[in-house]
Structure formats: C-alpha cells, structure tokens
C-alpha cells in the first residue's frame, strides 16, 4: 500500500505553529491553531470530503459517506490540532535523516543529542528514515503524525472508490495538550458511533486504557502585616505551602519515580506571596479507589496544617479530569478487536498497551463513544529529542486503512 506524498504533507502541517496555552482561558487557548484549522478544512474539501466544518470552537469536521450498499457504522478518526506548551514549536524546521545507522542523532541546535542508550527503540529503526527537528523546537509529531495520517489514509480510499468503507467522520480537536480537548464538542456533534485517535507511539501500539485522573487545588490564605512590625501577627502562606509539599514522597508516588501501573502526585503549579499561595496537584492512578487514597494522604496533610496554623485558612479542593475509557471499552469489545485485526492485516505484530496520561479518547469515550488509541510511530513526544520514521507513519495510515475495511463488512 502506498502513500505517497506523506512526507511533504507531514511537513507542511509541522511549520505551522500551533502550541496551545495552560494559562489561557479562551478557547482554543491560542489563535495560531485557527491557522492549521483552516488549512485542514480546505485540504478536506479538495480531497472531496462532505460536510466539511471549522466550527466556531476550533474544530474541524468531516464526511466521507461509505461505498457499501448496505448498512455499516460510522467510524469517527480523531486527531488534534496543537502541539504542547512544553517546547516551542515556532519554525520548527524537520529534518531527514536516510538510512539511519542507529547511533546517536546529533542535532545541530542548542547541543540536543537524541542517545540510543536512552531511546532503545530508536536502534530498531537502524536502516529507516527518521525524523527530527533541528534542536530548536519539537517536532510536532504529537500529533500532526497522526493529522497526517488519517488524511493520507483518506486520499488512499478517496482514489481507490472499490476498496470497502463505512461512514467516517474526520473530527481534529484543538487544545488537547492542555486537556480541553472535548471541551466545546458533543458526541452528537460527531455523530459517529466508533471512533479511534491516532495519537500514539510505538510501531503496533493500541491503547484502550487511560489514567483516571483528578487536580486538588489547594490555596493557603495567610495573614500578611509589615514585616517590621510582624511579630505573633504574620502568618506567611509561602511557608505554609512548601511545609505541606514538604511531606510529599520523595522515593515514591510520583512522576519521576513511578512507571506502568503506579499511580502519582505530582505538585505542577505554585504560585502566589506571603498572603496567599496556591497549588495544584495531579493525581494520577489507573483506578479511582487508587485516586482516592492519593486525595486522601494529601487531605491529611492539609488538615494537619490547618490544625498547627489556626490563624491560616487552608482550602482543598478535588476537581475531576477524566476516567479510564477501560471502563467504556471493555462493554465494546469488537472496538479494540478490530483494531488488533488491522494491525495484523498490515503485518505488524499488535502491542496492546496502556496510557499514563489521557487523551480526547478517554473523555470522548465517557461521552458515548468509545474511543481506543492508535500509534502513529513518534517518540519522545513534548521534547526536542522527539522523533518518528518515516516508515512507522506510512504503516500508521496503512492500518488505518485496514481498519475501515474491517469495519466496511
């Protein structure tokens, strides 16, 4: 199966800067991710598709109406339109590197060195096209790897009519890096009664399994006076703040520490004076009695504070990010098959796996559609070592392309 063109293609949505914002509160958090929207919306309508929306929110919808004459759902791919806050991604300028001889990848911007000691998946790519940015940027392959592959799969079925597939709705989501995503969109609105994001990793990878996912938000309200004149009076909520940081695990129980199916609490932001701080902490575990006992330890620690600094007010508060679409998943079975049967079509061994993290799938997913993960070949999303072969992306699209037929019946 062929796809050619795919390199250029991804490419061409790569240079577009579309790194969207924590701190923002408009939707989507940045207006230069319109910017890819609407090329995505008029490459759509050249392909031929109907139906073809930028909604006022960011999003962009799409109709490829089936060739069967008989009754066949509707599969709904799914990708996003932003890359993370993390890195810039402002000219990022990809680059090739052919015949990959799986040592390590020298970039020539800011000393970035992409080691084979620490990536050894990379050294499975010996022989492959990799590729990279230049150091100065991420890559973007979060996800515009997966952009670039549903539409590249779209073109392959578009231009061979006979080749079986049901309804798809193409939907590209802004602001999923920032987890809204799904924020300003209804399962209605998509109007599918399937669907897969194609925001993954590894080669094979399909991941029907989320963290769940919740942020206390902790603000400690102190008492501040002159300094000069403070004695018995003050009461700094800086100090307080860090004493109750302090008695978080530093051996265990987060991010740095953990891998597979441990949970964490992981301290993001903190900020404020000697009246009032603030802190938010995500709380991660693959199950939500797991999520409760993390909410729990911290809400002991608060009461603690509260009870050493009567003239303090602590306030605590548990606000709920999404769940494991395990939950949704596993009543629709036939979903994660048939994406393990596509994998196979293409002759690429299936790896199911799970997310530490989430995706519009998960929350999409609680909405009423169940909606697993597909790999799309990058790595080391979010950092300037990011990388993807060529190959694995062309695979990617490949069993995209196997999945619709499976679904066409």
């Known amino acids: 199966m062929e796809f050619p063109g795919i390199l250029e293609r991804f490419f061409s949505y790569v240079k577009i800067d579309t790194q969207s914002s924590e701190e923002a509160k408009n939707f989507p958090s ?3 991710q319109l910017n890819l929207a609407k090329k995505m919306q008029e490459e759509l309508k050249n392909l031929g598709l109907e139906a073809v929306e930028l909604t006022k929110w960011g999003y962009v919808l799409a109709t490829l109406k089936t060739n069967q004459d008989k009754d066949v759902p509707t599969i709904a791919l799914i990708s996003h339109l932003d890359t993370s806050p993390d890195v810039s991604g402002e000219n990022v300028n990809p680059m090739v590197h052919k015949n990959y001889d ?3 990848i020298v970039l020539p911007k800011n000393d970035v060195v992409i080691k084979v000691e620490e990536n050894p998946y990379l050294k499975e790519k010996t022989g492959k096209t990799i590729i990279t940015s230049d150091g100065s940027t991420l890559l973007g392959a979060d996800d515009k790897a997966g952009i670039t592959e549903i539409v590249s799969a779209l073109e392959y079925l578009i231009e061979n009519p006979d080749f079986p597939r049901p309804n798809i709705r193409v939907v590209f989501t802004p602001d999923e890096e920032v987890g809204r995503g799904t924020e300003h969109i209804t399962a209605a609105e998509i109007a599918a009664d399937y669907g897969y994001t194609v925001d993954g990793e590894k080669l094979g990878e399909v991941e029907d399994e989320t963290f769940c996912a919740d942020t206390v938000e902790i ?3 102190g008492v501040n006076v002159h300094p000069g004149y403070a004695k018995n009076k003050l009461v700094n909520s800086i100090k307080i703040a860090v004493e109750i940081i302090e008695q978080f695990p530093k051996d265990g129980m987060s991010p740095e ?6 949970g964490y609490i992981h301290p993001y932001t903190f900020s404020g004076g000697s009246e009032e701080t603030n802190i938010k902490v995500l709380i991660r575990d693959f199950d939500e009695q797991g999520l409760k006992e993390k909410e729990d330890f911290i809400k002991k620690i608060v009461d603690t504070a509260s009870a050493k600094y009567p003239k303090a007010k602590i306030d605590f508060n548990v606000v709920e990010s999404y769940r494991n679409m395990k939950l949704v998943l596993e009543k629709q079975p036939e979903v994660l098959e ?6 196979e079509l293409s002759d690429i061994e299936p790896i199911k796996n799970i997310i530490r993290g989430g995706t519009d799938g998960a929350r999409l997913s609680f909405m009423g559609l169940p909606t697993p993960n597909l790999f799309t070949g990058g790595s080391n ?3 300037r ?6 190959e694995d ?3 990617a699209a490949e069993v995209i392309v196997n999945l619709m037929k499976l679904w066409a019946g």
């Not at 520490?257 to 441990?262: A, H």
């Open 30 to 32: 940045t207006e230069k």
């Open 102 to 104: 799986g040592k390590d």
């Open 219 to 221: 603000k400690v309200t």
């Open 257 to 262: 520490t953990t891998e597979k199916r441990e």
């Open 338 to 343: 048939k994406a393990v049967k596509a994998i």
């Open 381 to 383: 999303f979010h950092s």
């Open 385 to 390: 070592q990011e990388w993807i072969a060529l």
């Open 393 to 395: 992306m062309q695979k």
